[in-house]
């Protein structure tokens, strides 16, 4: 009698697939796109029937807490010289653990760094690679996972077919999720090279939650008609714990910093939930925001393309209607 | 006196360039697809040069070169319907190109294309876009250093030269890295790099004249394959709030939407 193989062969042939995770950190901290990822990492662990190990280079504070987000263990290479970014430095050190490892998964957060090292290290591991994947990756025919195309506005499913594969994961689409304990830090010690850049200065705005990694964000456009009315803006997202964001023409135009500019040309993002006042919804802006989950309109046209896209929408005029929901907020703030 | 501005000229080291640019859908254009959700639907489409590349990494490639002399060359993978924007990056002002003659069938074959080429020219910097719109895949440019063992300096808004010396401020989360690096290096550009230029009459029929090359792509093992595309499941519909009643708005967004 033959036996159904339910589960398909890569989970029986292959025991033992690594998942090699590197968790990012800022100045020594880990931020939410590193406990996303490795709670990625161990979920893809389980997918291709293996075992997550999470890996932190420089500095790091606290690297044994990536347990409880499902690393079996973390390995750490502390080397000086990986204190600054450098993505020749990085991938170099990041493929030597993969290979002695025997990691058949590579899996970094989509940010930044991690577009800057997937490449590199589909190279350098002879990986095929997909970059911003916004599913775990499916073992059934194949190692297929999905990631979204067209400035979000097609999902495409794409087959790995080497041996060893490199994943990015796009911020804000793997909730972390504590699923063990800490676990204990093991110091690996790998050949770190000379990198080649020097980075002279990092400037971070202090204080609020950067736009890509920002769960609640209010935006504003042309609708507002000057600078001098973001107070209300402000204000709103203060109450609701939000990053602020602009529609291009406002960023052009001078009236706000171009590091809020959102959509195609500027920043894409994808939080939980995107409030945008006064902006009409061009193809160009919803680029950039149409993955996030539920999407606000505030716009005094009835007429607007964003209602098309919006979740919610409020018809009427930005000045009387914001001030009125910032009071909803704190009068809901102080209820719960 | 001859011989003083020649090693004026020399100092100011002339910079051999390759801008990386290739072909997207319009922005505005409709999203379907053919082949029982395996291929883009390219029926109707107009395609453009990628924003970042014509835009940003073009026009900075092109601004170095006026200052500093040397040749800013394009190189597109693709087949002939990619020519029009070809001939549009040479009347913008790049000086010659190349067309790897092939279907850019993913980020890694692309990337071996453009190593393959200019490992063959040791250009002084390789410049792309920060991604392309389409597949937004913001893979090539990593690929590309790592294949010719290079420095990469991704989402660069801001670059200036002194010698064979590179200042960048790169676009990170919530700030900038600034950073220095010496040439050879590869580049992808983000917004601010530069300002976009409209080729004028001079620059078209300039474009018409300066060198062209076709060549014949290397062969690459594939990795990734496609296996199909879907549309995101449609909104159901917007849901009306008065106006007036922002405590129900904020109602719905905790116990319906729950994101707050
Ligand atoms: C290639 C390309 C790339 C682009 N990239 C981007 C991008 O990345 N991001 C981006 O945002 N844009 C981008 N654009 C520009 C885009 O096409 C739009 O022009 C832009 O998004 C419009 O900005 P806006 O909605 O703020 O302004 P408008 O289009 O002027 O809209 C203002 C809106 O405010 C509403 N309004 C006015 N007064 C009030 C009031 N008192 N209360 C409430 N509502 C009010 C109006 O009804 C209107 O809908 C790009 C364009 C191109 C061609
Ligand atoms: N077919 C192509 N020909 C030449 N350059 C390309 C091609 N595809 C991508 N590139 C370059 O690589 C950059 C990043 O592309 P991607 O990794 O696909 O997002 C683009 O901005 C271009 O500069």
Known sequence: ?336 | MQGENDSKNFTLSKMKLLVCISKTPDTTARIAFTDNDTKFDANGVTFIMNPYDEWYALVRAIELVEKAGGTVTVLNVGDASNDQIIRKALAIGANDAIRVNAEPANSWFVAHQIAGIAKQENYDIVFLGKETIDYNGSEVGAMVAELLEQPFVSYASKMDMEGNTATIERDIEGGVEVLQVDTPFVLSAAKGLAEQRIPNMMGIMKAKSKPFKVVEPVPVEELVETVSFELPPAKTGVKLVDPENMEELVRLLHEEAKVI
């Not at chain 1, 291709?48 to 347990?67: D, F, I």
């Not at chain 1, 093991?186 to 200065?201: A, C, D, F, M, N």
């Open chain 1, 1 to 336: 009698m033959p036996i159904p193989k339910k589960f398909g062969m890569a989970r029986g042939s292959n025991p033992q697939q690594m998942v090699l995770v590197f968790a990012e950190s800022v100045n020594g901290k880990f931020k939410k796109a590193a406990f996303e990822a490795v709670t990625y990492g161990y979920e893809t662990a389980r997918a291709v029937g293996g075992e997550c190990v999470a890996l932190v280079l420089g500095p790091s504070e606290n690297a044994g807490q990536l347990g409880e987000y499902g690393a079996a263990k973390v390995l750490s290479v502390s080397d000086e010289k990986l204190a600054q970014f450098d993505s020749q430095v990085y991938a170099a050190v990041i493929a030597e653990v993969a290979k002695r490892q025997g990691a058949k998964v590579v899996v970094m957060s989509h940010t930044s760094t991690g577009r800057s090292l997937v490449g590199r290290l589909s190279v350098r591991l002879n990986a095929g690679a997909v970059s911003g994947v916004v599913s775990v990756p499916s073992v059934n025919g194949g190692f297929t996972v999905k990631k979204g195309v067209f400035s979000g506005k097609a999902i495409a499913t794409y087959r790995i077919k080497s041996d060893v594969k490199v994943l990015s994961l796009m911020g804000n689409e793997c909730r972390p999720e504590k699923t063990g304990s800490a676990v204990a830090v093991e110091e690996v010690s790998v050949p770190v090279p000379e990198g080649r850049i020097k980075v002279l200065e990092v400037k971070r705005q202090e204080g609020t939650v950067p736009l890509p990694e920002a769960e609640l964000v209010v935006s504003a456009g042309r609708g507002l008609k000057g600078p001098e009315n973001w107070g209300m803006i402000e204000e709103l997202a203060k109450e609701l714990g939000a990053t602020t964001a602009c529609s291009r023409p406002v960023a052009d135009a001078g009236w706000r910093p171009h590091h809020e500019h959102v959509g195609q040309t500027g920043i894409a993002i994808r939080p939980n939930l995107y409030i945008a006042i006064g902006i009409s919804g061009a193809i160009q802006h919803l680029a950039g925001v149409n993955n996030s989950k539920v999407i606000v309109v505030i716009n005094k046209d009835p007429e607007a393309p964003f209602f098309k896209a919006a979740d919610y929408g409020v018809v009427g005029d930005a000045f009387e209607v914001v001030p009125k929901l910032t009071e909803a907020v704190k009068k809901f703030k102080a209820a719960h």
